[in-house]
């Protein structure tokens, strides 16, 4: 029983040793521990204001973004006014094209009329010289192209 009682007591002595190296052990880390949190702490308030600087970031790019989008849609409104007075522009020309080719038209015959007259003419003095005219009637049919000019320009301002 003694020989029991010594192996109890040897058994309980190394678990005391043991006890004793892990409760150093445990002690040593305890240590250790306060350092470990603060550098946790630490590291906790570094990702805290980095996540602020990380959403302050997109708030910014949000704002640009929205800034970017206000302009392009201004800018569409923009190029649409554009287009429009473009297409209103070219009209314009066109319909202006197109009156100075009526325009050119209404010359080019008034100026065929006014040849045609002047020739009639011509060919009536000439004819008037031919019979032994007087001078009066000779003065009268010289003056028949300006007349004749009269006539057609007060029958084109009457046709328009």
């Known amino acids: 029983m003694a020989e029991n009682l010594s192996n109890a007591v040897s058994n309980l002595r190394k678990i005391i040793t043991d006890i004793l190296g892990s409760t150093d052990a445990l002690t040593k880390s305890s240590g250790k521990l306060p350092a470990v949190s603060a ?15 990380v959403v302050g970031t997109t708030e910014q790019m949000s704002d640009n973004i929205n800034v970017m989008d206000s302009a392009a849609e201004e800018m569409s409104v923009n190029i649409r006014d554009v287009t429009s007075s473009a297409e209103q ?4 020309m066109n319909a202006v094209a197109t009156a100075i080719e009526e325009m050119s038209s209404l010359i080019k015959e008034v100026a065929r ?15 008037a010289d031919s019979l032994d005219m ?3 009637e000779r003065i009268r049919l010289s003056d028949f192209p300006g007349q004749l000019r009269s006539v057609i320009a007060a029958s084109d301002n009457s046709a328009v």
């Open 89 to 92: 522009m070219s009209q314009n």
């Open 113 to 127: 009329s006014t040849q045609k007259g002047s020739h009639i003419a011509d060919t009536a003095y000439q004819a």
């Open 134 to 136: 007087d001078e009066f």
């Open 39 to 53: 550098q946790m702490a630490t590291s906790a308030e570094e990702m805290n204001t980095q996540s602020d600087s």
